[in-house]
């Protein structure tokens, strides 16, 4: 199979998008392979995540892919896609639709993409316990009566300084002093494993307060298992617990990442994220799929 591709990054958060209108005839086991073989960095192109879109009406639906899994939701992949589309049509207001339905709209302001990313979602959907229609969950709760330190010595971690959010994605968010100190990997495993908690998994990440409208956030990704440069659907976990946590008021929060910034905008109950996305490369690339 021949593919035209386009390569782009948020923050470093990177993505392979494949248009299905320049790719007719993908078909569903094509995807799952294809997400597979292309985000190998080593013997493919390379990306943390593989992007299927396709112009359809007045919107562009799109899905994200790791490994023939499905992500519920990518914030940075939608401002991707729509710099793709922005490129392609130079339209600056664009509708995106993620193919479980979620409708956003994209706006292109300066050099920057503004996402409406909607409210916080009920945590039940990715827990095994019951929670109701809680928006936001205390890690004491949820880990009572594990105690992490009896698994995860001196690695910094206090269940009491810990979020559980559904920002149409899993994630788990802890306070700590300094970022850079915290073992992410071995601390996201260690959570995203605990299957009578998370039956799915989840992403985790170490927040650290900068000022009062600015947090330092590092992500574990779920499905790719590893730190990712940036994580949109973090940032707005991580801004929200933060105006939580140290009590903030601002009402736009700067979330600086190893690949950039990002801005989580609060408007009472809705969010925003915005951020940069950049055209990397454009190829064509064969790939075996027999």
């Given at each position: 199979m021949k593919l035209q591709f386009t390569k782009l990054q948020g923050c470093g958060n990177d993505f392979i998008l494949i248009d299905e209108d320049l790719n007719p005839g993908i078909k569903e086991e094509n995807r799952k392979k294809l997400s597979k073989i292309l985000r190998d960095r080593h013997f493919s192109i390379g990306a943390d995540s593989v992007l299927f879109t396709q112009a359809k009406d007045k919107n562009i639906v799109f899905r994200t892919m790791e490994d023939g899994i499905d992500l519920d939701m990518c914030g940075t992949g939608v401002r991707c896609v729509a710099h793709y589309y922005h490129e392609k049509t130079a339209k600056k207001i664009l509708n995106i639709v993620t193919i479980n339905g979620t409708k956003m709209e994209v706006t292109l302001e300066g050099n920057l993409y503004k996402a409406g990313m909607g409210r916080l979602h009920p945590v039940q959907k990715y827990?095994?316990?019951?929670?109701?229609?809680?928006?936001?969950?205390?890690?004491?709760?949820?880990?009572?009566?594990?105690?992490?330190?009896?698994?995860?010595?001196?690695?910094?971690?206090?269940?009491?300084?810990?979020?559980?959010?559904?920002?149409?994605?899993?994630?788990?968010?802890?306070?700590?002093?300094?970022?850079?100190?915290?073992?992410?990997?071995?601390?996201?495993?260690?959570?995203a494993f605990q299957k009578d908690?998370?039956?799915?998994?989840?992403?985790?990440?170490?927040?650290?307060?900068?000022?009062?409208?600015?947090?330092?956030?590092?992500t574990y990704e779920r499905a790719s298992f590893h730190e990712t440069l940036a994580c949109g659907t973090g940032s707005l976990a991580a801004a929200w617990a933060a105006r939580q946590e140290f009590n903030l008021t601002a009402d736009r929060i700067r979330v600086i990442s190893k690949g950039g910034e990002q801005f989580v905008l609060f408007d009472n109950d809705d969010l925003f994220l915005t951020g940069p996305a950049k055209t990397v490369f454009n190829g064509v690339i064969e790939i075996p799929l027999d």
């Open positions: 827990l095994a316990l019951q929670t109701r229609d809680k928006l936001v969950i205390r890690a004491d709760e949820l880990f009572h009566p594990v105690n992490p330190e009896s698994f995860l010595p001196d690695a910094g971690i206090d269940l009491h300084k810990g979020y559980f959010l559904n920002t149409d994605e899993a994630h788990l968010v802890f306070f700590v002093d300094d970022v850079e100190r915290i073992d992410l990997v071995r601390v996201g495993k260690f959570f908690v998370f039956p799915d998994t989840t992403n985790v990440s170490a927040g650290q307060l900068v000022d009062e409208s600015s947090i330092r956030l590092r």
